[in-house]
């Protein structure tokens, strides 16, 4: 679980404006994803990445953008936050050989 | 493309008692199904799985059943413990190259001591 960590680990903004997430995982997996968890709602994916420059859309893609230049970060902009973007953010890496999928420790984001 | 439904939402027992959550699927090509459990304020962390070529699984306290004709599946935990507090998640996955999980929306489980 140690190898792969999120940041920041809180954040408060406010409407309209930029935000970064940024994911850092240490294993070189290839497969990464994104996810938001609200409450009623589970956990639902926002993007993931095969590999390096390779992306696609989950299942909630609509106000956020993200990259992979490297395999090792993969991260998640919300480019002009809105209310309804406050919620806990999971970054998560896929071990093929084990078949498991790890989470970061999560960012909380609130938008005013 | 997948859905998972996950029962019940909330779950309270008492110490020492069994305590079951069930899913349902909707993609039969789905072959993998972990469970998570979530403690208040930290990251899901997988506790047990099953793939789609075996009925049971267990590790100690916990086990997992697969019905794939009916495309449901089970989490037991027995003999309850405090700190088997916390939020369930089921998830499946069917691969098909892109990985991805698709999960219930949590069963909240209370243990009364």
């Known amino acids: 679980d140690a190898g792969i960590t999120q940041s920041p680990r809180y954040k408060i903004t406010e409407t309209g404006r930029q935000v970064t997430l940024m994911c850092h995982q240490t294993w070189s997996h290839s497969y990464m994803f994104w996810y938001r968890q609200d409450l009623g709602h589970g956990l639902r994916l926002i993007y993931y990445?095969?590999?390096?420059?390779?992306?696609d859309k989950g299942e909630v893609p609509d106000g956020y953008v993200v990259s992979r230049s490297k395999t090792e970060n993969f991260p998640l902009t919300l480019e002009s936050a809105t209310r309804s973007q406050t919620s806990v953010y999971f970054c998560?890496?896929?071990?093929?050989?084990?078949?498991?999928?790890?989470f970061g420790a999560g960012t909380r984001l609130s938008v005013l | 493309g997948e859905n998972v439904e996950q029962h019940p939402s909330t779950l309270s027992v008492q110490e020492g008692d069994s305590a079951v959550i069930k899913c349902t699927y909707s993609?039969?090509?789905?072959?993998?199904f972990p469970w998570y459990k979530q403690e208040l304020g930290k990251r899901p962390q997988l506790i047990i799985d099953i793939r789609s070529n075996v009925g049971e699984k267990k590790d100690q306290r916990i086990a997992v059943t697969l019905n794939k004709t009916a495309k449901h599946f089970s989490l037991h935990i027995t003999e309850t413990q405090p700190e088997d507090s916390a939020v369930y998640f089921c998830a499946s996955f069917s691969g098909a190259g892109s990985y991805q999980l698709t999960f219930g929306k949590g069963t909240k489980l209370s243990v009364i001591p």
């Open positions: 998560a890496s896929y071990e093929l050989a084990k078949n498991i999928q790890y």
């Open positions: 993609d039969s090509a789905s072959n993998y």
């Open positions: 990445s095969a590999a390096a420059d390779i992306t």
